[in-house]
């Protein structure tokens, strides 16, 4: 079609589009062009505009590399992750639930921790932190031999792969459920932490007068054969910057139940003072068990 108007360019990219072969690539094309296009005409994009745009778009991409993941940084900053989580889990927000971002910072290969073991792998000062998890079917029964991976920052917000002071997998393991459905394990308490601000998203922020920081938080992926792997995060109630995670993944689920102890831990007289005890559940949906792909090797 040979274009006459602004409108046409609309109509004619949109026939283009319908011709495509698979059903949900069609579906979804069409509707971007649609939302793209009235985009476009609803802030009257300028050509610098349109010129920068492409510019950021290309520079996310060559500044994610192994251990960087800058998409998702800017889906978490703009807030579709959240959203994404929130429509394909819990009936679409009919019933709660505890799935919560990936994150760009999981590791495919945790090394195995048994129950009661811990996963501080090298000298981590900060206070002891006790937690203890339940998972279960949406019956409410047990889901025994689910593998837990868990993950989280150092009491200073870093990761190990981030700091030279942390040996390898630090802070990160592999657990099993037993045939109650429980895990448990010892570690030390996580801080927040600001998210890399050295690209495109860290310019955003800046432009928004917005902090880095998310608020401290447990990374949990649950996966079992016959059920959907459950992908968590729970947060600290008492992080500063609960209510404005800069990723916006704070959900009333993901809120947990950390504790503050000072008296001795009745267990482990030797665990200084104070000390943490989480206790969390977990409840799995039917679905098909898949693991992510990892977001840094
Ligand atoms: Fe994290």
Redesign the pocket.
Known sequence: MIIERQEDVTQAVLAVMERTTDPRLREIMVSLVSHLHAFVRDVRLTEQEFQAATAILNEIGQATTDTHNEMVLMSGSLGVSTLVCLLNNGDGGATETRQNLL?P?WRMDSPRVDNGGSIVRSQTPGPPLFVSARVQDRDGDPVGGAEVDVW??SPVGL?EHQDADQAPMNLRGKLVTDEAGRFWFRTVKMAGYPIPTDAVVGRLLKAQNRHPF?PA?L?VLIFKEGYKTLIS?IYAPDDPHLDTDVQFGVTRATIGDFLRHDEPHPDDPGTGTPWYSLECTFTLEPGAARLPRPPIT
């Open positions: 994150g910072f989280h920052s990761y998310r938080h990374h995060q």
